[in-house]
């Protein structure tokens, strides 16, 4: 194999630098096989990159988890499969925050952190979580709340009605297909 004319030549010059500077060639190659390494890395193989989904854009749904006992944990764990069942859509983003509290006061930082994280329903569940669902609405009345399990007088706040028996398997499942329904009509 021959090579090329200005290769030939740049080879015989280093091979003669290594003669004379033996530390000067040995630095020189030691550059050279960097960059070419990191020539190497950074190319890559472009062709095989996946692409993820842009979702900054879709309906953000949040559910704000009671703390355990609090609340019938059932029409949580349906309320939550329900909004799972309306993220596979696609086009809905459903995100879980879990509130230490149901006192009012206590747990207006958890929904207004809600807010901030730009979710455009927030959804608590059962009786307990009313006050504070309420009053996180008069703190912040442009956004949109559901409460599933009981119900509201205040604007903003809208309801999910529950099954007679939440223990039945069943009615874990048609709360689950109303969650998803309601969430899905506003996204």
């Given at each position: 194999?021959?090579?090329?004319?200005?290769?030939?030549?740049?080879?015989r010059?280093?091979?003669?630098?290594?003669?004379?500077?033996?530390?000067?060639?040995?630095?020189t190659a030691a550059v050279?096989?960097?960059?070419?390494?990191?020539?190497?890395?950074?190319?890559?193989?472009?062709?095989a990159?996946p692409?993820?989904a842009n979702?900054?854009?879709?309906?953000?749904?949040?559910?704000?988890?009671?703390?355990?006992?609090?609340?019938?944990?059932?029409?949580?764990?349906a309320?939550?499969?329900?909004?799972q069942?309306?993220?596979?859509?696609?086009?809905?983003?459903?995100q879980?925050?879990?509130?230490?509290?149901?006192?009012?006061?206590?747990?207006?930082?958890?929904?207004n952190?809600?807010?901030?994280?730009?979710?455009?329903?927030?959804?608590?569940?059962g009786?307990?979580?009313r006050?504070?669902?309420?009053?996180?609405?008069r703190?912040?009345?442009?956004?949109?709340f559901?409460?599933?399990?009981?119900?509201?007088?205040r604007?903003?706040?809208?309801?999910?009605?529950?099954?007679?028996?939440?223990?039945?398997?069943?009615?874990?499942?048609?709360?689950?297909?109303?969650?998803?329904?309601?969430?899905?009509?506003?996204?």
């Amino acid at each position: 194999m021959r090579l090329p004319a200005p290769t030939a030549r740049l080879l015989r010059r280093f091979a003669t630098l290594a003669r004379g500077h033996p530390v000067i060639a040995a630095a020189t190659a030691a550059v050279l096989v960097a960059v070419l390494s990191l020539t190497v890395l950074l190319a890559g193989d472009r062709s095989a990159r996946p692409r993820a989904a842009n979702v900054s854009r879709n309906f953000r749904a949040c559910l704000l988890v009671s703390p355990a006992g609090a609340t019938d944990t059932r029409l949580s764990q349906a309320s939550w499969q329900g909004m799972q069942d309306a993220a596979r859509s696609g086009g809905v983003n459903a995100q879980r925050f879990p509130t230490p509290t149901i006192d009012a006061k206590a747990a207006l930082p958890y929904f207004n952190g809600a807010v901030q994280h730009h979710c455009e329903l927030i959804v608590t569940v059962g009786t307990g979580m009313r006050p504070a669902t309420e009053a996180a609405a008069r703190a912040n009345p442009h956004q949109e709340f559901v409460i599933v399990g009981a119900g509201s007088a205040r604007p903003h706040i809208s309801a999910i009605t529950a099954p007679d028996d939440p223990a039945k398997e069943q009615a874990g499942k048609e709360l689950a297909d109303r969650v998803s329904a309601f969430i899905t009509a506003r996204s």
